[in-house]
C-alpha cells in the first residue's frame, strides 16, 4: 500500500470514531474491518471528480469515505451464511467467521449508518442547486431500485432464466449501482450537463459490468489464494456468473466488447471535460487485469482441449 492508501487507510478509520465505552465484540469486528480495507479507489476517484467539477474538496473525503462504508457494508452482509456463505475476503477470514454473525451484521449497519451522516454532509456542502437530485439518486441506487434489488436477484437466481440479460440486470444492481455513484454523483452535484451526466452513467455501466465479468471469471479460474476470497462459491450456490452462463470464451468476447465501448464513452467526456482525464490510468488499470485474465483463460481452454 502506498502512502496515499496509507493515508487513506487512517481516514477510513477516523472517520468511524469508536467511543471508549463501545461493546468489546463490536469493537474488535470495526477495528477488523477498518484495518482491512479493499484498494479504496472509491475515496480516490471522488477526490478527483470534485475537483474536476470545481467542488469543495472538504467534502470530498466525506462522500468517498462514505461509498467505501456503504460498499465495505454490502461486503459483510454478502459474505453471510445467509447469502454467500464465504469464508474468507480480503486474504483474511470473513468477518462472520472471526466474529460472528451478530458482528458482523452489527457492523455493516454501523458503517451504512455513518456512511448516510457523512454522504448528507457532503451533500449538503455543495450547494443547494443539485441536492435533491443527489439524494433522490443515492437512494435509488442503494435501494430497491438498485443494490438491495440487485443482491435479492442474485439470492432467488435459481428461480430466474439463467441467460446473460439475466445475470447482467444482477450485476447492474449490485456492481455498477456503487460505480454510478462514485462517477455520476460527483458529476451531478457540480452541475455537470445532461450530456455529460449520461456519458458518466454508460462509462460506469461498461465499467461496472467488466467488474463483474472479471470477477466472475476469477471466481472459475482462480485459487483462494490467487483472488483472496472463496472460490468457486458461484457454481457451489447456484448464482449469477457470466462465465457459467455463456461459456469462458463468450464471456471473454462480452468482456473486450465492454470495455471498447467504455474508451468510447471515455474518451467523449474527456474531450468536454479534460479534468476527468484521470478516469484514463483507472481504465488502464482494468485492462491490465483483463488481460491477465484473459490469457488465464486461453490456458485454460489449452489445457482442457488436451
Request: charged letters at 20%; a negative charge.
Amino acid at each position: 500500500m502506498d502512502e496515499d492508501q496509507n493515508t487513506l487507510k487512517d481516514v477510513l478509520s477516523a472517520y468511524l470514531p469508536l467511543p471508549a465505552g463501545t461493546e468489546p465484540h463490536l469493537k474488535a469486528a470495526l477495528e477488523g474491518v477498518l484495518s482491512n480495507p479493499g484498494s479504496l479507489v472509491r475515496p480516490e476517484i471522488v477526490a478527483k471528480m470534485f475537483a474536476a467539477y470545481g467542488l469543495p474538496s472538504a467534502h470530498a473525503a466525506e462522500l468517498g469515505i462514505a461509498l467505501e462504508y456503504f460498499h465495505t457494508a454490502s461486503l459483510l452482509f454478502d459474505d453471510l451464511p445467509c447469502m454467500d456463505d464465504a469464508t474468507e475476503r480480503r486474504g483474511a477470514p470473513c468477518v462472520h467467521v472471526e466474529f460472528g454473525e451478530a458482528q458482523a451484521i452489527l457492523s455493516a449497519l454501523a458503517l451504512i449508518n455513518k456512511a448516510y451522516s457523512l454522504t448528507w454532509r457532503a451533500i449538503a456542502g455543495c450547494g443547494p442547486a443539485h441536492q435533491t437530485q443527489a439524494l433522490d439518486y443515492l437512494e435509488h441506487y442503494l435501494g430497491v431500485g438498485g443494490l438491495l434489488n440487485g443482491q435479492s436477484m442474485d439470492l432467488n437466481y435459481a428461480s430466474l432464466p439463467h441467460d446473460r440479460h439475466t445475470t447482467e440486470r444482477i450485476a447492474m444492481g449490485k456492481t455498477v449501482s456503487l460505480i454510478r455513484l462514485t462517477l455520476v454523483l460527483p458529476g451531478m452535484l457540480g452541475g455537470a450537463s445532461p450530456a455529460e451526466l449520461q456519458l458518466l452513467e454508460r462509462v460506469a455501466i461498461c465499467w461496472g459490468l467488466s467488474y463483474q465479468i472479471v470477477d466472475d471469471l476469477k471466481d472459475v479460474l482462480h485459487s483462494p489464494a490467487e483472488s483472496g476470497k472463496t472460490g468457486s462459491r458461484d457454481a457451489s450456490l447456484g448464482r449469477p456468473n457470466i462465465a457459467l452462463v455463456v461459456g469462458i470464451p463468450n464471456a471473454v468476447h462480452r468482456l473486450t466488447r465492454l470495455i471498447r465501448i467504455g474508451d468510447n464513452m471515455l474518451q467523449r467526456i474527456v474531450d468536454r471535460r479534460p479534468g476527468v482525464s484521470f478516469l484514463q490510468d483507472l481504465r488502464a488499470q482494468l485492462n491490465g487485469e483483463a488481460t491477465d485474465l484473459i490469457a488465464s483463460a486461453f490456458d485454460n481452454s489449452i489445457q482442457g482441449a488436451a
